[in-house]
């Protein structure tokens, strides 16, 4: 291919690319699936570094982040970035609209847009002839800081603007936010990381746009929407700011589809109370909504006090956040074991709800709060999610606090609570016997992995549990066709078919019975080894966490789970009573001439002659070890059809790779 062809490819990926943003970003209707695009871009990065030449500033590539900067920029408005007046009440409202017809002079309904208001940062966006030059925060509303490497990361943010009727100059003005599945994921991740996790999605995003290194801004999941225009030149503007807000569309802006136009006070509430029951189920937080006169012309006349325009006015939602005394503190036991700390409030009313519960998260969270029983703590409660103490009011704290301390026993069925060191989350050791796991526990043990057992489903877990038949794994082997029968949805036929697979489950393999059992962290692959090293459940349960530590690929994590596991009594008693009713598996046999021995294996992609589950199955029966994820320790990577991004990091960690007919080979 010549360089004129190479670089009208350049140009046509661009062009693809950010079409496909704008379909994505801007209208919520993409045309590509995320691999097609991801193809695109891998194309358009390889073109761009065998010439960086070539390269553009508005290129879809360059939104990586650049090096760190020592000191953000100040950056002059050139129309100030005003704040709004605040409405609390339905009268405030009435007030407002009032004000604005007096001024008007008109006793006729004012035309408004609604549009709902975001919980994050204001910034500006200003692009010159299609191209994005600066981007600066609101800062004190005349000055604020440049922060154009960061904005240039966010995706939905085009870097040229689309269309043929583009101004010279545009400054467009939004709100960057980070969505609430985004913001748990960060939090999340700074959790695992011993950080200190942000304290809402609003403190998230002005962080993260705040960063002097642009490249943590890239990892960032922020987003925008815009809601007008400061400076323009060459271009006629529209006399209603709706119709402003659908030319910033066509120019491949994001604006929020909530957006509506009304007129008088009456509609202005109806959209407030839509907007206010909606606001639990959307994706980002909102505070309120803003109403805005929507005739530029009558913005105009209406003007502007000190900081503030008089034709526009934000109508806050009722408090989110309150304050109130922890009576108590209760440990909760979820399905897998976790132990949650509950604060038993005195009822205090958020957000339109009466509060007298909140979760305290765990331990560590309790420590890094300094939370004691009988302090008075701000609450914050948002839409359905439950409410969490966010901090204490230290100047309030009396003499007669008590500490929290974490129970020993768990308070569903008295088993002892394990706290692994670098866990944040202690857990209930009766995995077998605690009612909070049970039906989890079941559903685990009967899968196709574990026991297969056959029709032995969710539902009919559920009924089981539910009708007191099941109180452990162990009942499943003393189910009879009567009980069966007269469940739901179960007759003589399906009880009997049911109970010759019970019977059929009874023969198994070690590794199979202790993946069975759920023993925290321990995987298909983990019993495997356990089975192959200790051989005996017997070995095996006498087994110390230095011995436990000795298994292949098994960590001090693992091992303290394994020995807590086993330490439990009365999970031995379940274990015993399975024995009993006739589980069993012959002795595991290990030939140290197996060809795999110590050789560990990842799949990828769709294989034509067998499932991943075969594939897996007949390398670990050679010795492998069959892992999730590739690292440099993987010995092998076999690559299907559509591989996944395990080829991308198999190639830079320079792993052998082996097609579908390499791996029948190696397996004959």
């Not at 019993?527 to 011995?547: G, N, P, R, Y």
Request: charged fraction near 25%; hydrophobic fraction near 40%; charge should be positive.
């Amino acid at each position: 291919m010549s360089l004129t062809d190479l670089k009208k490819e350049i140009i046509q990926l661009r062009q693809r690319i950010d079409e496909h943003n704008y379909y994505y970003y801007v209208l919520d209707n993409p045309i590509i699936s995320d691999a097609e695009y991801d193809k695109l871009f891998q194309r358009l990065k390889t073109l761009e570094h065998q010439h960086p030449e070539w390269i553009t500033p508005d290129s879809p590539t360059q939104r990586v982040g650049a090096a760190p900067l020592g000191s953000f920029a100040e950056v002059k408005h050139d129309i100030p970035m005003l704040s709004l007046e605040n409405a609390f009440t339905d009268e405030d409202l009435i007030a407002f609209d009032q004000r604005i017809r007096e001024r008007l002079k008109t006793h006729a309904n004012v035309e408004y847009c609604c549009e709902p208001k975001l919980d994050g940062l204001a910034v500006s966006i200003r692009y010159e002839k299609g191209i994005l030059v600066r981007a600066s925060t609101r800062g004190d509303g005349t000055t604020g800081e440049d922060i154009t490497d960061n904005i240039k990361t966010i995706k939905m943010i085009p870097l040229h603007l689309r269309g043929d009727s583009i101004p010279r100059v545009l400054e467009v003005r939004g709100e960057v936010y980070m969505p609430l599945k985004g913001f748990q994921l960060l939090n999340a991740h700074a959790k695992r990381q011993n950080e200190k996790p942000f304290a809402n999605p609003r403190n998230a995003a002005a962080g993260s746009l705040r960063q002097l290194d642009s490249r943590i801004t890239a990892l960032r999941p922020l987003e925008i929407f815009c809601y007008g225009v400061g400076v323009t030149e060459s271009v006629k503007l529209p006399i209603k700011h709706s119709e402003i807000l659908k030319n910033l569309m066509g120019w491949g802006l994001r604006v929020s589809p909530l957006i509506e136009v009304v007129h008088g006070v009456e509609e202005c509430l109806r959209y407030y109370h839509r907007m206010a029951n909606k606001r639990s189920k959307l994706l980002f937080e909102i505070d309120g909504v803003v109403y805005k006169v929507n005739h530029l012309a009558e913005q105009e006349k209406l003007g502007y006090v000190t900081r503030a325009p008089r034709f526009a006015i934000a109508h806050k939602f009722p408090a989110e956040e309150a304050s109130t005394i922890i009576e108590a503190v209760q440990f909760q036991v979820g399905r897998t074991g976790a132990l949650t700390p509950v604060a038993r409030l005195k009822p205090i009313h958020v957000g339109g709800v009466t509060i007298s519960n909140a979760t305290l998260h765990n331990m560590d969270e309790i420590k890094r709060k300094g939370i004691h029983i009988g302090d008075t703590v701000i609450i914050r409660r948002a839409g359905d999610v439950i409410p969490e103490v966010v901090s204490v009011v230290l100047v309030k704290r009396s003499m007669q606090v008590k500490k929290i301390i974490l129970p020993k026993h768990c308070p569903i069925c008295h088993s002892m609570i394990e706290q692994v060191e670098d866990e944040k989350v202690a857990r209930c050791t009766g995995e077998l016997i605690c009612p909070a796991q049970r039906k989890e526990t079941i559903k685990h043990f009967a899968s196709r992995r574990a026991m297969d057992i056959e029709g032995l489903g969710d539902k009919l877990v559920d009924q089981l549990v539910d009708h007191q038949l099941l109180k452990n794994v162990a009942d499943i082997y003393h189910l009879t066709e009567d009980q069966l029968a007269n469940l739901e949805r179960m007759g003589k036929k399906s009880a009997q078919n049911l109970l010759t697979q019970i019977e059929k489950s009874k023969t198994t393999t070690f590794d199979r019975f202790l993946y069975a059992l759920g023993i925290r962290e321990v995987g298909q692959a983990t019993a495997k080894q356990l089975a192959m090293h200790f051989k005996t459940l017997s070995a095996l349960q006498k087994a110390t966490e230095e011995e436990l530590q000795m298994v292949l690929d098994i960590g001090p994590v693992v091992a303290a789970h394994a020995a807590h596991f086993f330490d439990e009594s009365r999970n031995m008693d379940v274990i015993h009573r399975l024995l009993k009713a006739g589980v069993h598996w012959p002795d595991v046999k290990i030939s140290h001439s197996l060809p795999f021995l110590g050789k560990t294996f990842v799949l990828t992609g769709t294989l034509r002659t067998m499932t991943r589950d075969e594939a897996k199955e007949k390398l670990e029966k050679l010795g492998a070890k069959v892992a999730g994820s590739v690292s440099s320790k993987t010995n092998y990577v076999v690559v299907g059809a559509d591989p996944g991004s395990k080829l991308d990091k198999a190639k830079a960690l320079h792993v052998e790779l082996l097609d579908e007919e390499a791996l029948q080979r190696m397996l004959l």
